[in-house]
């Protein structure tokens, strides 16, 4: 049955999507009583499961008694979740925290932070922002600047700036691109340590990172890490940089700061990168809701539960059964060039021929997800320009072994169901 109010939501007309009403665990309900399995996390977000009523009580407390604090201000709740973070969480010697609405305003306040860092010593020259060439960032002006995904660039190329784009998995092709641009031109490097929505959990070389890190001690460009999609346990670490035993200058996070119970950001940085603004008798602008009571109080119990349930080791110990689920369902699929990921980021390389590497040009990810919703399972369309087709994996830590393997066996068959569809309509 399809629900009238959802057919009256979709800013842009078109398909009517699921009704939610509800959730537990992985799983959503729907309004007309169906479940649907929750295999990406909705966006990659949900971590802690879906459900949880001690988050409404946080959320509850953190709203009552008070109304707007200026972001500038200290609150219980702000200052809990900065003691939490830097307590246990963040990569020494990451101490200084702003928190924000949400993946994109992070990376876009970092942008001006590596600017504004440059500008306070003096050194104006620098202003290029570098990203890699399979990239997704966010979908602000900036972040879609400094972001390649083309479908989602698209049209907007007269807003943004003539950039080069990095290799993004030959650090020595981008130590070459650095050189051609002029290293005293260069503000910062933005990298995720693995490429979500545009790359479907593309995992970059082991000493790709570790390069990246030593190229900007070189030539003084800031590192920053999009930990939007990979931060906070997604990876079975606390963030995926901690299996590089790399520390970015500025560290990004959104998604999983809260477990999407409500839009949230961290941006994260050294000292090295904070002092000179503030000899500079400069601040950091802020949103009108960065790190609202809210958004910290919840943030600080997400992230209190993550700890209580040992959820980033069980993010390790469920990524590693999903995975070799997925190796045993697809190694041997004629429509799958890859399986690949870390932790709870799994995806699949969907091709048109595995032998051609053909593909069906970003038709099939969009197939598969619809197939796949008919059949009870959300699964994450991922792509772009180099990676045409994936299908991305992102349950929440709670997800169970039955779970897991329903999700991928739901994916085969809509898979399967896909490719005849497409080449069908070919």
């Not at 649907?36 to 459900?51: E, P, T, Y």
Request: hydrophobic share 45%; charged share 20%.
């Amino acid at each position: 049955m399809i629900s009238l109010g959802a057919s009256r939501y979709p800013f842009v007309p078109g398909l009517t999507p699921p009704h939610i009403v509800g959730g537990e665990g992985s799983t959503l309900f729907t309004h007309d009583g169906k479940q649907i399995l929750d295999a990406a996390g909705g966006a990659v977000v949900a971590n802690i499961g879906h459900g949880r009523p001690e988050i409404a009580e946080a959320a509850a407390e953190a709203v009552t008694g008070k109304g707007y604090v200026v972001p500038l201000w200290a609150t219980d709740a702000r200052v809990r979740l900065v003691e939490r973070v830097t307590g246990g969480w963040l990569p020494e010697p990451l101490t200084q925290c702003l928190f924000v609405a949400g993946g994109s305003e992070s990376v876009d306040t970092a942008i001006r932070i590596a600017r504004q860092h440059h500008l306070a010593r003096g050194d104006a020259g620098r202003w290029k922002v570098l990203g890699r060439e399979i990239s997704y960032h966010g979908a602000t002006v900036a972040t879609l600047n400094v972001g390649n995904h083309d479908r989602r660039r698209e049209g907007f190329e007269p807003l943004l700036l003539d950039l080069p784009k990095i290799d993004t998995l030959d650090a020595e092709l981008v130590a070459k691109v650095v050189q051609d641009h002029d290293p005293a031109t260069i503000a910062a490097l933005v990298v995720e340590p693995i490429s979500g929505a545009s790359g479907g959990a593309l995992v970059p070389p082991d000493d790709y990172l570790p390069k990246l890190r030593q190229l900007c001690d070189q030539t003084g460009i800031l590192l920053i890490c999009d930990e939007v999609m990979t931060g906070f346990g997604r990876t079975g670490r606390n963030f995926a940089v901690d299996h590089h035993d790399v520390v970015p200058d500025i560290l990004v996070s959104g998604k999983g700061l809260t477990g999407g119970y409500v839009p949230a950001g961290g941006v994260f940085a050294t000292r090295a990168v904070v002092d000179p603004i503030a000899d500079a008798g400069m601040n950091v602008m802020y949103f009108t809701f960065s790190g609202s009571d809210m958004i910290c109080a919840v943030a600080d119990r997400v992230l209190q539960i993550m700890e209580d349930e040992d959820l980033v080791n069980r993010a390790a110990q469920m990524g590693a059964r999903l995975n070799a689920l997925l190796h045993e369902a697809f190694d041997d699929h004629p429509n799958v060039a890859s399986v690949r990921g870390r932790g709870l980021l799994q995806g699949i390389e969907l091709v048109a021929d595995r032998d051609t590497n053909a593909s069906f040009g970003g038709r099939l990810a969009p197939e598969l997800t619809a197939q796949a919703l008919e059949r009870g399972c959300w699964i994450y369309p991922a792509g772009c320009a180099g990676v045409p087709d994936a299908a991305l994996f992102g349950p929440p830590f709670v997800v169970t072994e039955s779970e897991l393997a329903a999700m991928v066996t739901i994916c085969r068959d809509s898979l399967d169901a896909a490719v005849r569809i497409l080449e069908t309509t070919s």
